[in-house]
């Protein structure tokens, strides 16, 4: 996807303050955090939405959810953290490629 600004990161064309990869997954954080870590994971290829999903995405999710571990894990999160994932304009979502926010580093309000 030409247009898509997390594909463009996930080629190289648009830089990224890159904290986990592997051969799926890139996770980055967020031009704009909403908590003191505000994480961004991102499956490398493209899907524009969680709704948009289907059987067939099955284990890319499950090892999606694997992956938010790893990369909590690796940031120190210990005490907890707060997933988020915006599905389509109803739900918040901004950017059309699926991601999942991982905030965390303080005691979240709810
Ligand atoms: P959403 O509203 O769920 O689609 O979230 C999109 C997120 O992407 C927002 O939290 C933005 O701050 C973040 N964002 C937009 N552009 C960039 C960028 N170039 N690098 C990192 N995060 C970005
Ligand atoms: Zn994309």
């Known amino acids: 996807m030409t247009d898509c600004l997390f594909c463009k990161i996930v080629a ?10 592997d051969d799926d997954f890139l996770a980055f954080h967020d031009i704009n955090p909403k908590a003191p870590v505000h994480v961004l994971l991102i499956p490398k290829f493209h899907l524009p939405t969680l709704a948009d999903a289907d059987e067939e995405d099955s ?15 690796d940031l120190k999160l210990d005490v907890g953290y ?3 994932i915006n599905v389509r304009e109803g739900g918040g979502q901004e950017v059309f490629h699926i991601h999942v926010h991982i905030l965390g580093g303080k005691k979240l309000p709810f």
């Open 59 to 73: 284990a890319m999710l499950g090892s999606m959810m694997n992956t938010v571990r790893k990369v909590a894990e």
């Open 12 to 21: 190289g064309e648009i830089p990224c303050d890159k904290v986990y990869e």
């Open 82 to 84: 707060r997933l988020v």
